[in-house]
């Protein structure tokens, strides 16, 4: 190993996702120790094994393990250039609760203002990239001034991210070169996002995932291109300006009052339940759109015509399994809002929602030319009822070439077979294609005889 090319070696270290992976190599050559000192990432992540290990009471003090953070701060002493940090708990500790465990000690709070400032200094200078997972348990319950310390050292970061910690904006300052912004499961005092929007002006990507403590949260930021906002609590009104957006992700429960004003956006996934009031201009850019609510009717009242989306997935938060209810959501009110459709995906409860109209269709056949793809996902309560309402789509629209049908993995086997007989019996010149879904699993594709 130490016959190998220097450039090789320091190639070979690079490639290492584990910080703790480079220290056990330092261990085994002094080729690796010399030159690990040119790394210019450092990414250490703390297990559940780790962290049971480090409340075990063990006689021997030799079995003893080094505090977490001792080996972090070792790492940023060693590196003699670092561009990148990435620092947290793996994915198994950050789901032990507080209520499960009362841990009161402070060698995983990784936020804390004190330790920060041990190793942030050093590294601000040349520092691009910043990712820290904290430990909810520890952190939860102490409000950590983590963002203004990067604010005030780090001048040339681009990407921040922040998980499991209550943060502090107070004495914030403008950082004009971050791009990127993700922030998830974050606790904050503020009552709104005013200074975000002034300390973070140049963000082209902003994610907030389950932040809480806005009472009236607005994203008014003017270069910001990709946006995935999911909101925890439920704050009396949400609101939107990015005159730049492509792309938003928008996932919240029932809000008072929704208003969206992105001119440019090109993709548009939106869930929610339902909202009181409920405003957006008219999108001139929209392709993409994904649809999850309570009332699909209802809620399409709120659009205007969109002639550009091509792309559009429906979904109902309000129908399950057995649901016989009366609807007035029909395809007619879709192609109306959306009248150059080309591709349409049915989640499963929107399906039923359909299947339980009178005139699925709302329309007389008018043949549908520029609808060409269909995607449904079906739970087969009433196999013949659900026939009945593909017979009613698929002889009426004309422009079809592809379908897709998923059927739930927990339908038996016979039935779904009868289903696909049925289906490519009558339409043998369509292109089908089968597949299976279930709740929390991953789409997968099946050919004939799998089922």
Same mark, same amino acid.
């Given at each position: 190993?130490? =016959?190998?090319? =220097?450039?090789?070696? +320091?190639?070979?270290?690079?490639?290492?996702?584990? /910080?703790a992976d480079v220290a056990r190599c330092r261990l085994a050559s002094k080729t690796f120790n010399s030159l690990s000192s040119d790394l210019r990432s450092i990414n250490l992540q703390c297990s559940l094994i780790r962290?049971?290990? /480090?409340?075990?009471? &063990?006689?021997?003090?030799s =079995?003893?393990?080094?505090?977490?953070?001792?080996?972090?701060?070792? +790492?940023?002493?060693?590196?003699? &250039?670092?561009?990148? &940090?990435c620092i947290g708990t793996e994915k198994p500790l950050r789901d032990v609760s507080y209520d499960d465990v009362e841990d009161e000690a402070d060698d995983l709070f990784l936020t804390d203002g004190d330790f920060v400032e041990?190793?942030?200094?050093?590294?601000?200078?040349?520092?691009? /990239? +910043?990712?820290?997972s904290d430990f909810w348990v520890q952190s939860c319950w102490r409000r950590s001034t983590l963002?203004?310390?990067?604010?005030?050292?780090?001048?040339?970061?681009?990407?921040?991210?922040?998980?499991?910690?209550?943060? /502090?904006?107070e004495n914030l300052n403008p950082m004009p070169m971050l791009t990127s912004l993700t922030l998830e499961f974050i606790r904050l005092d503020d009552e709104d996002l005013n200074e975000f929007n002034k300390s973070f002006p140049n963000l082209q990507v902003l994610n907030l995932i389950g932040v809480g403590g806005f009472k009236l949260p607005k994203i008014h930021l003017l270069n910001l291109k990709t946006c995935h906002w999911a909101v925890s609590n439920a704050p009396s009104s949400l609101t939107l300006i990015t005159p730049n957006l492509i792309t938003l992700k928008l996932e919240c429960i029932r809000p008072a009052s929704l208003y969206i004003e992105a001119p440019l956006l090109s993709k548009l996934h939106?869930?929610?339940?339902?909202?009181?009031?409920?405003? &957006?201009k008219r999108f001139e850019n929209l392709k993409t759109f994904w649809l999850e609510c309570l009332y699909i009717d209802s809620t399409l009242l709120n659009f205007q015509v969109t002639p550009t989306v091509e792309n559009l997935t429906v979904d109902s938060r309000n129908w399950t399994r057995g649901a016989v209810k009366c609807s007035q959501f029909t395809l007619e009110k879709m192609f109306s809002l959306f009248p150059n459709m080309s591709s349409l995906c049915i989640k499963s409860s929107a399906w039923l929602e359909l299947e339980s109209c009178y005139n699925l269709l709302g329309w007389d056949s008018d043949g549908r030319e520029g609808f060409k793809k269909l995607r449904v996902y079906l739970l087969l309560v009433d196999p013949s009822l659900t026939f009945s309402s593909v017979v009613c789509v698929l002889d009426n629209c004309i422009g079809l070439s592809e379908v897709s049908l998923f059927i739930h993995r927990d339908v038996v086997g016979n039935v779904s077979r009868s289903f696909i007989s049925k289906c490519t019996t009558r339409w043998p010149e369509l292109k089908w294609r089968w597949g299976v879904w279930k709740e929390g699993m991953a789409d997968s594709w099946v050919t004939d005889g799998m089922f």
């Open positions: 190993m130490d =016959q190998l090319p =220097q450039s090789l070696v +320091l190639e070979i270290l690079s490639r290492l996702n584990d /910080s962290y049971i290990k /480090s409340r075990s009471r &063990v006689s021997n003090s =079995q003893l393990i080094t505090p977490f953070k001792s080996i972090f701060l070792n +790492l940023v002493s060693n590196l003699r &250039v670092i561009e990148s &940090v041990e190793w942030l200094p050093r590294v601000s200078g040349r520092l691009k /990239s +910043l990712s820290i963002l203004p310390l990067v604010s005030s050292y780090c001048h040339n970061l681009i990407e921040l991210e922040v998980k499991n910690a209550w943060l /502090s904006v939106l869930a929610f339940d339902h909202a009181d009031t409920f405003l &957006v």
